[in-house]
């Protein structure tokens, strides 16, 4: 097999989309596409509790998704990460608790018509026992994000901080490699629901981009707790204050300043250590841009390190002709333009979502 030649066909299949990549032998992508076919639209009119129902919606949504791939290279591994490996699922593909590495050397199998899904499992954090210990966590498909980011950033001697901003943002603690602990903040799926349901939603007029309304979302006054400052927005727009299409990015201004302030990590010394961002454009400077607030720079890296970081997995558990532990993992296009952030207004802007991601878990 020449490196031309298609070596993996990788797919992020979330709640409510699916992204599939072509990656050729050598691990650069050929092809990418879309889908609405994510869990809720596969599984929509079907009973989801009936597993024989599920596997015919799954595999028809494969079919469209990617079906000429399949026939034309029967011989490419398959490999999927996300909610494609939930209870609601294709197949549940469990969860590895950390501490862990992000290398899942055993995938789950699921057979189907055209060949074999290879389905990645999830990270977990436990949830403590007792009354006030804290809930735990989990992730499924931010794993293959984050395994690609790891990829691409190489060797660190220092723990450092990865944020994944979507609809459930995640915060995730790396150390030499391994992923020592995360948590989940629902600040895009909430942004939703303030914005389309509810009196702020009534308030708001058609949204357009106002950095000077983020902003001013990203300095309100914490102190008098996050759901007063939020209903804020409206006398703020009562008054002329605040123009009724701004009112949806200062919203996004004040739930990210919260998310920040309660998330950020700090050493010993009161520092948060190197942060780096990694999802869509606009989601990405926007946290940078509250990072900076608060005197942090961060390295921003493109959404698509998922097809690296599924290539990579695909890898460590011997899907694919060679093993590539040593950094050659491919050089996955629109993957490599890692960058500091010290300008954010250098951050590309994207035309959808002032919160909430493509990514819901």
């Known amino acids: 097999m020449t490196d031309t030649e298609p070596g993996l066909v990788a797919l992020d299949w979330g709640t409510s989309g699916l992204r599939a990549w072509l990656l050729d032998a050598g691990g ?3 092809d990418t596409r879309r889908s609405g076919r994510g869990l809720l ?15 015919a919606a799954y595999e028809e949504a494969l079919r ?44 789950v199998p699921v057979e189907h018509r055209a060949g074999v899904l290879h389905v990645v499992p999830g990270l977990r954090v436990a949830s403590g026992m007792a009354p006030g210990e804290a809930p735990g966590d989990v992730m499924r498909g931010e794993e293959c994000q984050l395994a690609g980011v790891l990829a691409e950033l190489g060797d660190r001697d220092e723990p450092f901080t990865v944020v994944l901003p979507g609809t459930h943002t995640k915060w995730v603690r790396v150390d030499r ?7 989940t903040a629902m600040s895009g799926e909430v942004y939703g629901l303030l914005t389309r349901h509810g009196i702020l939603a009534r308030t708001a007029g058609s949204a357009v981009r106002d950095d000077a309304a983020f902003a001013r979302g990203l300095a309100a006054d914490r102190s008098r707790g996050l759901a007063a400052e939020l209903f804020g927005a409206r006398p ?39 942060v780096v961002l990694c999802g ?53 296009r629109d993957a490599r333009d890692a960058r500091d952030v010290s300008d954010v207004s250098d951050v590309s802007d994207v035309s959808d979502g002032r919160m909430e991601g493509t990514r819901r878990r």
């Open 64 to 107: 469209e998704a990617c079906g000429d791939w399949l026939t034309s290279y029967p011989r490419v591994p398959v490999v999927a990460c996300g909610m494609v490996g939930s209870a609601q699922g294709w197949v549940d593909s469990g969860y590895r608790t950390v501490p862990t590495a992000v290398d899942f050397a055993s995938l």
């Open 177 to 183: 490699g391994r992923v020592t602990g995360f948590s």
């Open 280 to 332: 869509a454009a606009d989601l990405c400077r926007r946290y940078a841009t509250a990072l900076a607030n608060r005197g942090v720079r961060a390295t921003v890296l493109g959404e698509e390190v998922t097809a690296r970081g599924l290539w990579r997995i695909a890898g460590r558990a011997g899907l694919l002709g060679r093993q590539d532990d040593e950094g050659d993992e491919g050089d996955v």
């Open 236 to 274: 703020l727009v009562l008054d002329g204050v605040l123009d009724p299409a701004s009112l949806p990015d200062y919203v996004s201004g004040v739930l990210i300043a919260d998310e920040v302030a309660h998330l950020l990590p700090a050493d010993g010394s009161g520092t948060p250590g190197e």
């Open 28 to 30: 650069r992508i050929i």
């Open 41 to 55: 639209a596969t599984t929509e009119g079907i009973d989801a509790h009936d597993p024989k129902a599920r596997e």
